[in-house]
């Protein structure tokens, strides 16, 4: 039987300034939207899409680190050190956690966690 799932295809920030949380992404990533509306900011990353909603309501309190999503790079520790110097804080540390397969993940300026991984094990079908 085969899954009814095709894959992962979109990850979404939630942010409480649509605007400037834009112009940081574009420059963290290095990509301009293909999709910018005041309600949603899509971004086209490797084949996935990264989106921006606006946080709305409540904006006080901690965001829940209970998912991450882990974008792919070549080099864990440049990235990181890329995104530290962009702003973002450290969430945790690059690490190895088994064979070749480095990870690490930061805070972007609104606490949303960006996580970042090196796998040449992982091939997309």
Same mark, same amino acid.
């Given at each position: 039987?085969?899954?009814?799932?095709?894959?992962?295809?979109?990850?979404?920030?939630?942010?409480?300034?649509?605007? @400037?949380? @834009?112009?940081?992404?574009?420059?963290?990533f290095g990509?301009?939207?293909?999709?910018?509306?005041?309600?949603?900011?899509?971004?086209?990353?490797g084949g996935?899409?990264l989106?921006?909603?606006?946080?709305?309501?409540n904006?006080?309190?901690?965001?829940?680190?209970?998912?991450?999503?882990?974008?792919g790079?070549?080099?864990?520790?440049?990235?990181?050190?890329?995104?530290?110097?962009?702003?973002?804080?450290?969430h945790?540390?690059?690490v190895?956690?088994?064979?070749?397969?480095?990870?690490?993940?930061v805070?972007?300026?609104?606490?949303?966690i960006?996580?970042?991984?090196?796998?040449?094990?992982?091939?997309? @079908?």
């Amino acid at each position: 039987m085969s899954s009814a799932f095709l894959g992962l295809r979109t990850a979404i920030y939630r942010v409480p300034d649509i605007e @400037k949380a @834009k112009a940081w992404y574009s420059e963290v990533f290095g990509v301009q939207p293909y999709f910018d509306q005041p309600f949603y900011v899509g971004f086209e990353i490797g084949g996935f899409e990264l989106g921006l909603q606006p946080l709305e309501g409540n904006t006080e309190g901690p965001k829940s680190d209970s998912v991450l999503t882990y974008w792919g790079v070549e080099h864990v520790r440049t990235v990181y050190d890329r995104l530290l110097d962009l702003g973002a804080t450290p969430h945790e540390e690059p690490v190895n956690v088994g064979g070749p397969i480095e990870v690490a993940s930061v805070k972007d300026p609104w606490d949303n966690i960006i996580g970042i991984i090196y796998n040449p094990e992982f091939k997309i @079908k």
